[in-house]
């Protein structure tokens, strides 16, 4: 199934890639799709004038078809997110790969059951690749931990606190915290 989130139902944050300013809609995409549904909504979002593709669910990176949809969502002139357990974007070539090859724009890390030092590693290295990064984290106390570890206001582009165990931002509200 295909996910149309408008951005008014996620919250806002100034510097978070759907803001006020930043133009168009954004496309969310959940790891439900199968690749022809995926491509079918890249494409008529493009020509709908969306600006961004949020790939969301499970664990987006993991698709096979991952490269092919963040190279399809480029050359329809779109910006690409990720919602991600951060593992793959911990190797700084991959993630300075990303932001070149595919304009990897945003990536949002959660921060409930992964582990903190690839959270850590994927910080770095998408802030050194010039990716926004976004965290996720539950309110309770491993939530708690993983704020106090990784979000430092200079090293995060948003920090979200979801009320409980859905991480994923485009499945209910969460209260964003602008920094």
Do not use: K
């Not at 959660?110 to 690749?129: I, K, T, W």
Request: hydrophobic share 50%.
């Amino acid at each position: 199934m295909t996910a149309l989130v408008p951005p008014e139902r996620l919250g806002r944050s100034r510097r978070a890639p759907w803001s006020a300013g930043a133009g168009g809609s954004t496309l969310w995409l959940l790891t439900s799709t199968t690749t022809r549904q995926a491509v079918g909504a890249i494409d008529a979002s493009a020509r709908a004038g969306y600006s961004f593709v949020v790939l969301a669910g499970d664990e987006p990176t993991e698709r096979p078809d991952f490269g092919v949809l963040a190279d399809r969502i480029a050359r329809r002139g779109m910006r690409l997110g990720v919602c991600t357990d951060g593992a793959r974007f911990a190797d700084p070539e991959v993630a300075a790969g990303a932001a070149t090859a595919w304009g990897l724009a945003w990536v949002d890390l959660h921060g409930a059951g992964s582990d903190l030092a690839v959270l850590e590693a994927a910080l770095e290295s998408l802030g050194d690749a010039g990716v926004a990064v976004g965290l996720t984290v539950t309110a309770n106390e491993g939530g708690s931990a993983v704020v106090d570890a990784l979000a430092p206001a200079e090293r995060l582009a948003e920090l979200r606190v979801t009320p409980d165990a859905a991480l994923d931002p485009a499945e209910g509200a969460a209260r964003v915290v602008a920094l």
